[in-house]
């Protein structure tokens, strides 16, 4: 079993920066694939971005790209995910989540993940 904490949310202005972090600990997630996924009130659970195991690869919904990176660090068991240049349209729950993925997994759809955070509140005021 793996327990993810997600940290780092918070209340910015538009067009500042936040810093979220995602701890994973009970196993490596070093083969997995990590991702961030956000629900605004009323809405459903939305793909932000995700990245492959070794690092090598990371993927963003369009709203986001350009102003958002996603990374990890194996040593740590931690994900990150830096958001630039926020919107208002970027509050949201954020949600850290890790899976196997396997042939037919894919990256955005948040069935693929077998772990999930919590969640982390991101409010953007205009």
């Known amino acids: 079993q793996v327990q993810m904490v997600e940290s780092g949310g918070g209340l910015v202005q538009a067009g500042g920066s936040l810093r979220l972090s995602c701890a994973a600990s009970?196993?490596?997630?070093?083969?997995?694939?990590m991702g961030w996924f956000r629900q605004a009130p009323g809405k459903e659970r939305e793909f932000v971005a995700a990245?492959?195991?070794?690092?090598?690869?990371?993927y963003y919904a369009d709203s986001v790209k350009g102003r958002f990176t996603i990374s990890r660090d194996n040593a740590k068991n931690t994900e990150y995910l830096q958001m630039n240049s926020l919107k208002p349209e970027d509050t949201a729950v954020y949600y850290c989540?890790?899976?196997?993925?396997?042939?037919?997994?894919?990256?955005?759809?948040?069935?693929?993940?077998?772990?999930w955070g919590q969640g982390t509140q991101v409010t953007v005021s205009s």
């Open positions: 990245i492959s195991g070794s690092g090598g690869s990371t």
């Open positions: 009970g196993r490596t997630v070093s083969s997995y694939v």
């Open positions: 989540a890790a899976g196997l993925m396997g042939l037919s997994g894919r990256y955005y759809r948040p069935l693929d993940y077998d772990y």
